[in-house]
């Protein structure tokens, strides 16, 4: 086990019963809260991105990271937004999650992403239906999706799987 992926496993929190029962929640807001966890974990996701024209981070958590990565790399950040959070035009890519259907959304105007080399960040991967939606919406904006890496992966979710072929580097994996 590398140092980051023991600082993220002794920083993590789980709670049980979380959105619904049976859930074993994943919480990794005390990692984000910690100077050391999140620079722990900033450092090696900006490693693996190195060479990137963009970070896009994944609402909300992911946010946070791709600002973090975007500001080491000395590179800009995209937020890619929930459905109705931002001002039209607007790209979208609607998918199907376990219990319904998401959206998410990107800037249709003021930022080119034709040609731009992107690493996609998120928090956690589970399913990976919504780190599957983001790569979509950015490879149809004509971005090159270069990496897509999380801080934390539920392995027994497949999302994995469901990202073939595009590579999913986690900093640690459960």
Same mark, same amino acid.
């Given at each position: ?46 490693? $693996?991105?190195?060479? *990137? @024209? ?9 946010? !946070? %990271?791709?600002?973090?990565? #975007? +500001? ?31 959206? $998410?959304?990107?800037? *249709? @105007? ?9 690493? !996609? %960040?998120?928090?956690?991967? #589970? +399913? ?35 990202? *073939? ?10």
């Amino acid at each position: 086990m590398s140092a980051v992926s023991r600082i993220i496993e002794s920083l993590v929190r789980e709670v049980a019963d979380f959105p619904e029962p049976g859930i074993q929640f994943k919480d990794l807001t005390p990692l984000l809260a910690d100077r050391d966890g999140l620079a722990a974990v900033t450092e090696a996701l900006a490693e $693996l991105a190195e060479g *990137a @024209d963009l970070v896009a981070g994944i609402d909300a958590r992911g946010f !946070l %990271l791709g600002a973090a990565v #975007a +500001t080491r790399l000395g590179t800009g950040v995209l937020a890619i937004r929930k459905g109705g959070k931002l001002p039209p035009p607007v790209l979208r890519e609607e998918y199907i999650l376990e219990y319904g259907t998401a959206v $998410l959304e990107i800037p *249709a @105007d003021g930022i080119e992403l034709a040609g731009r080399k992107v690493v !996609l %960040l998120d928090d956690v991967l #589970a +399913t990976g239906g919504t780190m599957a939606a983001a790569h979509r919406l950015l490879t149809d904006s004509g971005a090159t999706v270069s990496l897509s890496a999380v801080v934390l992966e539920l392995s027994d979710l497949g999302g994995r799987e469901r990202m *073939a072929p595009l590579t999913v580097t986690s900093l640690h994996t459960v």
